[in-house]
């Protein structure tokens, strides 16, 4: 062989490759995005419990002072009292209800 020809012709870049690397780029993208902590874990569990509580003691207290309020003025105190109860058992139960419905991100 002469010492001015290479052995082999250099391989020139295939287009096959540089689509290949841009696959692989973007799998190894969407691979970290994936892998990346979201903000959805345990945070979200914790606020939705925290609002499930609100709406629980929101509703007993809320009702046990309005009933009591109504049963005060209108001089059927006991019977004003367990209605505002019963009543605000009610709304916190439906708002707890429609809160796990709706799921924790929304």
Known sequence: MSEDEPAREPIEEDARIDALEKRLAAAQ?????????????ADANYRSGNRVLADLLGG????T??????????????????????????????????????????
């Open 60 to 63: 007993l207290l809320g009702g």
């Open 65 to 106: 002072v309005i009933g009591y309020a109504i049963g005060y003025f209108t001089g059927t105190n006991p019977w004003g009292l367990l209605v505002g109860l019963f009543l605000g058992i009610v709304v916190a139960f439906r708002n707890i209800i429609r809160a796990a419905n709706q799921g924790p991100g929304e």
């Open 29 to 41: 993208q969407r691979e970290e995005q994936r892998n990346r902590p979201q903000g959805s874990g």
